[in-house]
């Protein structure tokens, strides 16, 4: 892949699916569907499916196959992420005075407060394609691992060494992120579902494609 320091770009080449790299995966991908914190599909999500760079998706194989062994299987809601996407997220916020979903994902704080306490940033770790947002799916009962918080509720209550949560909840946050720190895997201190790989193999690339297993195969 040529890479440009600072730059975006649409060569999907370093990119895989993630289905086909870890199918026992499940994935929710919200930013495809309307249920999310914006409320309607975002720019950018073409095919409900994961990508990550081929890096991430293979220590998220370890990952996986370690959980796996321990009775869960991970779930994720979003992988690899437009810089389009990213940049509809900021005019929502600075511009759009549509709240609808703002009793589901930040009850407590008001549009702009999201900027200024880090849940939604400029520019996304997740648009270099090494960063996913997930939760455990427990294998017994087939229902997500109860972390104390939904996925994108934008509260302290989503810090993941928030101690308003309950010790079985807390417990079940450490098991996910034990897990995918020895994966080679940091967690971010606002929301336990975000990891970021470690050795990300591109840190200042940001890339714009579409979110497409056909976009890849083309």
């Not at 509809?88 to 916020?93: D, S, T």
């Not at 900027?115 to 394609?129: E, L, M, N, Q, T």
């Amino acid at each position: 892949m040529k890479v440009y320091s600072s730059d975006v770009t649409m060569d999907p080449s370093g990119f895989v699916v993630l289905a086909d790299a870890v199918p026992e995966i499940v994935q929710e991908i919200r930013y495809y569907s309307t249920y999310n914190f914006i409320g309607e599909r975002i720019n950018g999500y073409e095919e409900p499916c994961a990508l990550l760079t081929a890096e991430a998706a293979r220590a998220l194989r370890s990952v996986s196959g370690e959980l796996f062994v321990q009775g869960y299987r991970l779930k994720v809601f979003d992988a690899y992420r437009p810089a389009r996407s990213v940049k509809q997220f900021v005019l929502w916020g600075i511009e759009d005075r549509d709240i609808r979903m703002k009793e589901y994902f930040y009850p407590e704080l008001d549009k702009q407060e999201l900027f200024v306490k880090g849940y939604i940033a400029s520019k996304s770790s997740h648009s270099r394609g090494s960063a996913v947002d997930l939760t455990l799916l427990d294998m017994k009962t087939g229902k997500e691992v109860d972390m104390g918080s939904p996925f994108d509720l934008f509260s302290e209550l989503s810090h993941p060494d928030c101690r308003d949560v309950t010790q079985q909840q807390y417990e079940n946050r450490m098991i996910l992120q034990e897990a995918m720190v020895r994966g080679g895997f940091e967690p971010i201190d606002c929301e336990w579902w975000h990891f970021m790989l470690k050795d990300e193999p591109y840190p200042d690339t940001y890339f714009d494609f579409p979110v497409s297993a056909a976009y890849l195969r083309k």
